[in-house]
């Protein structure tokens, strides 16, 4: 890991933190934001299953015979059912 650093004046850090704040990110994330390219989006499935409580319940819904499979008809129904 690499650290970078600049000398601001103590009012444009208060313009940074704020701005920061009311996106709802860190310093570190909102200057990030606006200096880089987006990344891609993960996509819905890769990220329920980042999170090893979720992945074990999808494979485990995966893995039962046909007839018992669950059909959800939002990504919302899916979230509710994994209780995210």
């Given amino acids: ?5 600049i000398e601001i004046d103590a009012e ?7 701005l920061a704040t009311f996106s709802g990110m860190s310093i570190k994330d909102f ?8 990344k891609e989006e993960a996509d819905t499935t890769e990220q329920l299953l980042s999170h090893p409580e979720n992945k ?5 819904a995966v893995n039962q015979p046909a007839k018992d499979h669950l059909v959800f008809e939002s990504i919302e129904d899916l979230k509710d059912a994994l209780g995210v």
Wanted: glycine share 0%; hydrophobic share 35%; charged share 30%.
């Fill in 1 to 5: 890991m690499s650290r970078l650093s």
């Fill in 56 to 60: 074990k319940r999808l494979l485990e």
């Fill in 12 to 18: 444009q850090h208060r313009q940074i933190k704020t």
């Fill in 31 to 38: 200057i990030l934001s606006k200096v880089l390219p987006p």
